[in-house]
């Protein structure tokens, strides 16, 4: 039986010749890049973080890690505490140390690429209860590897975990962990709702005390399918990939540069945007500088509010008070 291979929205491709990877690799030789700029580390406020149940946080370990509780969960997404990525060690030190996560309730898994999949991440966090949520066509790896609390999605389909609605959606990318498997599963980002929320009622005070719908992006080209979420989902706060995308003439189809980024902010119609996705892993010829200033130069030129743009450090925690939704705390 062939195996089920699958795409991107229109058919899109990722795929690069090998004549395409040398002449990177030879533009790689001339270029000359500032890494020195690190991204700050503080203090993880963890007692709060232990003990909170009630309100909406969102903490960054780095990369495309965050710790999210989210009405009475603890959730993380893509569990990397890898030192190294391949030959590149990692540019800074997790946000949290992995022995000082509080217990985890859901794993979102985005993809299957190993800066987003973490075998041994995952088995230090996975507990009794944990459940494991994947794109399709991955359960079956993850069971075998002994995550027997797993279930897998399709793009906009979704499950219910105690009072959380998890929506799987699309983004433009491609996954492979081994010569054998290239996009044998799927990749996507998701949506955190209230379970039992009410459709809007139009009455912006009433709403306004509600937990804010959290869009977790995961890894993606720009593509249409960011304004198809923000006509399905009421979005509050994006968390939205910045780096990986130089040389763009190769990343362009598979990660968004900075401008791309706001442009795929304002499509799914999020209230704020937290950046991810850069300085910790040295993926692409970019620079966390690079992507920060070319974010915030075009943050200016749109108009977008100072406010609405989240930059965290790791380990900060952005706390999100049911009255406070739109600007944070």
Not at 59 to 64: K, N, P, R
Not at 151 to 170: A, D, G, Q
Not at 212 to 225: E, K, M, Q, V
Request: charged share 25%; hydrophobic share 35%.
């Amino acid at each position: 039986m062939p195996k089920i291979r699958y795409d991107n929205m229109d058919n899109v491709s990722t795929d690069h010749t090998l004549k395409q990877f040398n002449q990177w690799r030879q533009e790689r030789k001339h270029k000359k890049k500032d890494y020195s700029f690190q991204i700050p580390n503080v203090p993880p406020e963890l007692d709060y973080l232990h003990a909170n149940r009630l309100d909406t946080s969102i903490t960054w370990i780095g990369h495309s890690t965050f710790f999210i509780q989210y009405e009475g969960l603890n959730i993380l997404t893509g569990p990397v505490w890898a030192k190294r990525m391949g030959f590149e060690r990692r540019m800074g030190e997790p946000g949290i140390e992995i022995g000082q996560v509080p217990q985890v309730d859901v794993i979102l898994i985005s993809h299957s690429h190993y800066d987003h999949l973490h075998m041994s991440s995952i088995r230090r966090l996975y507990r009794k209860g944990t459940l494991l949520v994947v794109p399709v066509g991955l359960r079956k790896k993850m069971v075998r590897k002994g995550f027997d609390n797993c279930i897998e999605l399709k793009w906009w389909e979704h499950t219910v975990v105690h009072h959380v609605k998890i929506s799987f959606v699309p983004t433009q990318h491609w996954t492979r962990r081994t010569p054998f498997d290239t996009n044998s599963s799927h990749w996507g980002g998701y949506v955190l709702e209230p379970a039992n929320a009410l459709p809007p009622s139009g009455n912006e005070q009433e709403e306004a005390l509600l937990p804010p719908n959290l869009y977790f992006a995961g890894d993606s080209g720009y593509f249409p399918g960011f304004k198809d979420i923000g006509n399905r989902y009421k979005i509050h706060v994006a968390l939205m990939p910045i780096g990986a995308y130089e040389p763009e003439w190769f990343m362009t189809s598979q990660h968004v540069n900075p401008e791309e980024a706001l442009r795929a902010f304002l499509d799914v119609k999020a209230e704020t945007m937290i950046p991810m996705h850069y300085g910790t892993f040295r993926l692409a010829d970019d620079t966390a500088r690079e992507a920060l200033d070319r974010m915030e130069a075009e943050r200016k030129r749109l108009g977008i509010a100072e406010d609405r743009l989240k930059v965290l450090k790791y380990g900060e925690t952005l706390r999100i008070h049911p009255e406070h939704r739109g600007a944070g705390s």
